[in-house]
């Protein structure tokens, strides 16, 4: 009864299931519940003794009780205690439904002796400082449930228990862990000329493009390519329908919740927001396609990032651009590299050299050798990165 998984039994009452509702009205007073088991086992054990130290003493003497007691022993840890409780805790549903028909109508004919046993058990237990009628908490937490469903094997399919867990972990994930930085954003620039603006439009691998006027601090609206029509005619591009078609930049903070963005998202019905730093300072761009892939998986086709930022070589390395995100190579190849501070590889190589190398210089972040391969300015381009322990290291 004490092994049944308690949120299992709960599944199976919801269900109707006549078993679990027997024994749920025997779980909700677990204090009567022992009594009752106890009683009914101390009662066998000690008739027994009792009996075959009687039928020992007729047969051997005084020499009986020795040879009751050990016979007894055995008999009881064999087959009254160990072998059933052993095959109940393996099995609790087979054995403590079918034990509910009998407890039950136990229970309430030896209701007096059971309420006589709890009031003083429960009486011993106050005087301990122990509230009897306290219940344990049936409540998880968020690690306990993460561990449920990691560990929750063939019963949830392996892509369904990722997804979850992704679900879980988007309380520890800001929108700067997956916004696309500035340096990558993808636009119009009003300043542009119409030919330039044209083609923006033309090599567009997204449906939506965040307009700005003289440098990417000034976003002033948003264009979504299914309004294409209307700011293009036959002269060209129509500057002034462009701008009557564009919606309102949406700003949201650098250190938002994925979860809590992802509920903005849906409230506020945007698709795309601009994110800021604690200045107003543009920091990039994050999408609601980017907080579903983080509990989905890929499952949009990005033609800029379709050449890749991880390239595999023969010695077991990778040749991985500065520019990769840190939770992205993380993921790709199953590593840990830190990612509680640059969002990205050339950042994270600068944080631990505390300076900016001037030449092609090697270091070790934890299990992982890298070596800077190409450098432009104060930017790493490009790192080969070994796993300690793999062959060639």
């Not at 004919?109 to 009486?123: E, Q």
């Not at 948003?222 to 129509?238: A, E």
Request: with cysteine; net charge negative; proline share 4%.
């Amino acid at each position: 009864m004490m092994s049944l998984n308690r949120y299992r039994l709960k599944h199976l009452q919801k269900n109707n299931h006549h078993g679990a509702i027997r024994a749920g009205k025997l779980l909700e007073r677990p204090d009567r519940l022992i009594g009752l088991i106890l009683i009914g086992n101390n009662l066998v054990n000690i008739l027994a003794s009792a009996i075959a130290t009687v039928i020992a003493i007729r047969l051997w003497g005084d020499t009986g009780i020795l040879i009751a007691t050990v016979v007894l022993t055995l008999v009881v840890l064999v087959f009254a205690e160990i072998t059933p409780k052993t095959l109940a805790a393996l099995h609790p549903e087979a054995v403590a439904f079918p034990a509910t028909l009998i407890l039950l109508p136990l229970l309430k004919l030896m209701s007096p002796l059971v309420w006589l046993v709890s009031r003083v058990t429960n009486g011993l237990l106050h005087i301990m400082g122990v509230d009897p009628a306290g219940k344990a908490s049936d409540h998880l937490s968020k690690e306990e449930l993460r561990t449920l469903v990691a560990e929750g094997g063939a019963l949830i399919p392996a892509k369904r228990r990722r997804m979850l867990l992704n679900l879980l972990e988007l309380e520890e994930v800001s929108v700067n862990d997956i916004m696309v930085p500035r340096s990558e954003v993808y636009g119009i620039d009003l300043d542009d000329s119409d030919d330039d603006i044209l083609r923006c439009i033309q090599t567009s691998s997204h449906t939506r493009l965040p307009v700005w006027r003289d440098d990417i601090n000034n976003i002033v609206g948003v264009l979504h390519l299914r309004n294409i029509s209307k700011v293009i005619d036959r002269q060209g591009l129509d500057r002034a329908a462009l701008e009557r078609e564009m919606d309102a930049p949406y700003f949201i903070p650098e250190s938002t919740p994925l979860h809590t963005q992802l509920m903005n998202f849906q409230k506020n019905k945007h698709r795309l927001a601009v994110v800021v730093d604690e200045y107003g300072e543009v920091m990039g761009l994050v999408a609601m396609e980017d907080i579903l892939e983080e509990i989905v998986g890929e499952f949009t086709s990005n033609l800029s990032d379709a050449a890749g930022n991880i390239f595999p070589q023969r010695d077991e390395s990778h040749i991985i651009a500065g520019t990769a995100n840190v939770r992205e190579i993380n993921k790709a190849l199953h590593w840990d590299l830190p990612t509680d501070g640059p969002k990205t590889l050339s950042g994270l190589i600068l944080e631990n050299l505390e300076s900016f190398p001037d030449a092609n210089v090697g270091l070790t972040i934890g299990r992982y050798r890298m070596e800077i391969l190409e450098l432009e300015g104060n930017v790493v381009r490009s790192v080969r990165v070994r796993v300690v322990g793999e062959s060639g290291i």
